[in-house]
């Protein structure tokens, strides 16, 4: 009985865990089934891991200056690629040792570290959740899968992260994640990042560094080395804790790198990498504007460009002062002050540690240097007398920094309903207490000394400056106003505007590839138009006629009533076909009126179509970029298309340089570009021009002057640089009496060449073969002598083969009525009244006969 008992107990015990067992096994079938059928079904339509080994990571694109030195850099995301047999250990130990300890031994996951994060948030019923996932599960959030916490991007994490482990190597996985991974501070990448924080490369990084870095992952948004000290301080020595522990550094070396303070950039340890780089301008965000269109946004931004420019930054500091002094010296003409309109509160000016950090927040222009640096300041007290003020970037000292009545006589304030105070006698007249102004020091000019504080403003005026070589079309310098970081609108290359007399000299090309001669005589005298608008009276500048005029003397003194005869008599279709092919403009309207200039282009076009003029009548274009080359280092633009016969021979003796094949288009006639340019010269050495240019080697160019002076211009080139100017007010309205393109913009062109010529040299311009010279008398077009001299004598350069005609007079065909304001006055230069060809009446030189008047072409 007993062994019947025990018998039946051992198979009651033997069934019970056999079930239990049956169970047990059961359910972890169905549990490892159902694991398998999820997994299963989220693996189904997976993104492909298998790209990731094409990755190409979003890069800064970066502008060098011609000699090869950073000026500016783009970017979405400022990440630096580095190659993972690149990045030191260091940088890899410190981020494995913070994110992922057990890296180089799981397979994509941490099964443990999986499970430890369950229990911890079990434990702590859902307050403290930590995150379990692995590098590699990291890269596949990152670059496949979206960021959100669901536990189905858990799974296909997981799933992502078994497949790329049998895809990628464990350096091609952690090169991913540490160019990937954003650090904070616009930082992607560790080599950005390292050059944010410390202003260092990855080789130069200290462990404690290394861990700092390894320390914003867990949250870069928030650790922020100033405002989140202590937290960013207590993860950086838990990592270099965790990397003494897995044995990467010295326990000696972890007890002394926890004790280190957390220095940083922002911390104001270390200089900023953007130190070291020139402030934006707009040359450089030209640059970007161009390439963006050419090669799109997101290329540019994020494809890792290495952008060779033509600028040379000598000459864009040149440029840019020498258009911000003419600028301020029209502004300061004017005396009124306007001041930036930005103020203060009272409650933000009781300490200097307020003040400073309201100051910092004001935006206003940092970047303007004219006879020394301009300071941001803050009006602190104004007396009966003085205004003291608090400089940004100057330290307080015990006198206090101070505007004195001395500097604000010159101006008058302009109060908030338009009207003009009266002209300032103390300092109080122009500023209150809580007014941002911009100030500069004024120094003595023998010793250097400081003197006092001067009241400087942002001009109403704008103008542009665009300096290039006239041979292969390289912009070396581009100002596109008084300050880009007042407003980066580009006035020389995006401002339409009316070149007025500047574009006088394509009529003229016109005429002279026509058969006309810089000798031809052109009838200066009233003329009437009619008009839908009503009649059209132009004029000349002096309100003057002079009667019969050589060609030359026309452009010189820049006659407008000369310009629409000669316009007349070649046909405004030629003079727009010629505008046309120098590209100045798309398409011109053949109206007379744009023969001075009427219609609209910009200083990058007719600078760009004088340079032709200077090389000889050859195609050039314009450029600010050198060449491009993608991530790899592959060209994909290289500007100068020129070919090179001999340049890889090496047998090329040291006396002669390699031969440069030009390929480019003939867009005029040599000769013709010689004679355009010769008459051009006059403009300079006597003519319009001549008061303010002066220059140690031969100089062309063009003032111009729009109506009632709205736009004025001079554009000017020697035999190897091309540079022009504009000034107006963007919203065109009149600058006012006196003010001409000679001298408003023709300082601009002789400061920056002085520099240029120093730098650049210049020659006489070059005469082409097939020509000659003949001396003619300037004022009446007649032939000379050879041995004649005197200030009435030039010597022109005629076609071999076309002997000059002389004594005719051209009249464009325009009748002339007697009664028209100061007709008399061509009549008191001995001119007479004749009936042209046309019908109408015109006033030619006493010598003059019906047969040498008429309205037809001289060849």
Known sequence: MRLQKASSVIRFILSFFGTIFTFVTMGLAVVALSIGAVFWIYGQELPSHESLAQYKPPTISRIYSGEGHII?????????????????????????????????????????GIAAAAVEAVQSRGESV???????????????????????RKIKEIILATRVEDTLSKEQILELYLNEIFLGQNSYGVAAAAQTYFNKTLEQLAPHEAATLASMPKAPGRFHPVRNKERVLARRNFVLKEMAENGYITQATYEAEKELPLASVQNGDYDSFKSTLPTRDYFTDEIRRQLSRDFGEDEFFSGGMTVRSTEDPEMQDVAARALRRALETY???????????????????????????????????RDVDLEGHWYPAVVLQV????????????????????????????????????????????????????????????TNDDSGDFVRWSLRQVPEVQGGFMAMDVNNGRVIAMQGGFSYQDTVFNRAT????????????????????SGYSPATIVID?????????????????????????????????????????????????????????????????????????????TLYQIVAAYAMFANGGERVEPTLVDRVQDRYGKTIYRHDQRDCTDCLDPSIPESRGPRIVTNRE???????????????????????????????????????????????????????????????????????????????????????????????????????????????????????????????????YFRDGEEPVFGVAFDGGFAMGSNLPLVEEVAKSRGREVTTSSGGTGIVGPKADFGTVSSGGLY
Request: charged content about 25%; hydrophobic content about 35%.
């Open 383 to 442: 007396g009966s007398n003085d205004a003291r003020i608090g400089i940004e970037g100057v330290e307080e000292d015990a006198d206090g920094h101070w505007i004195t009545p001395k500097d604000v006589t010159w101006a008058r304030k302009r109060r908030e309903d338009g009207s003009l105070a009266r002209k300032a006698r103390v300092a109080g007249d122009l500023v209150s207490v809580g007014d941002v102004v911009l100030v500069r020091a004024i």
């Open 72 to 112: 500016d850099e783009f970017a979405k995301e400022r990440r630096l690629f580095v190659p993972a047999d690149e990045i030191p250990d260091l940088v890899k130990e410190a981020f494995i040792s913070a994110e992922d300890k057990n890296f180089y031994y799981h397979s994509g996951f941490d099964a443990r």
């Open 494 to 513: 995006q401002a339409k505007r009316q070149p007025g007399s500047s574009f006088k000299p394509f009529v003229y090309a016109s005429a002279l590839d």
């Open 331 to 365: 502004d300061r003409s004017r005396g009124v002050w306007r001041g930036t309109g930005e103020v203060i509160a009272a409650e933000a000016l009781t300490d200097e540690v307020r003040w400073r950090a309201a100051l910092a927040d004001v935006a206003i222009p």
């Open 130 to 152: 930590r995150g379990a996932s692995t590098i590699t599960q990291q890269v596949m959030k990152n670059f496949l899968l979206s960021g959100d916490r669901k536990i189905e």
């Open 666 to 796: 003939r867009v005029m006639d040599a000769i013709t570009a010689y004679q355009l340019t010769s008459m051009m010269e006059g403009v300079v050495t006597r003519g319009t021009a001549s008061k303010q240019i002066n220059l140690p080697v031969p100089v062309a160019g063009k003032t111009g002057t729009t109506n009632e002076a709205k736009d004025v211009w001079f554009v000017g080139f020697t035999s190897n640089i091309v540079a022009g100017c504009y000034i107006g007010h963007d919203r065109p309205r009149p600058l006012g009496r006196g003010t001409y393109g000679g001298t408003t913009c023709g300082p601009v062109f002789q400061e920056f060449m002085e520099e240029a010529v120093k730098k650049y040299g210049g020659g006489k311009f070059r005469v082409p073969p097939g020509g000659r010279f003949i001396k003619i008398d300037r004022f009446t077009g007649a032939r000379l002598d050879n041995d004649a001299s005197g200030s009435n004598v030039v010597a022109e």
């Open 525 to 601: 005298a009233p003329i009437e138009i009619n008009t839908p608008q009503g009649v059209w009276r132009p004029k000349n500048s002096t309100n003057k006629f002079y009667g019969p005029t050589p060609l030359r003397t026309g452009i010189e003194q820049s006659r407008n009533l000369m310009t629409i005869r000669l316009a007349q008599e070649v046909g405004m279709e030629t003079v727009a076909r010629y505008a046309e092919r120098f590209g100045v403009y798309d398409s011109m309207g053949a109206f007379l009126a744009n023969s001075l200039g009427a219609d609209e282009t």
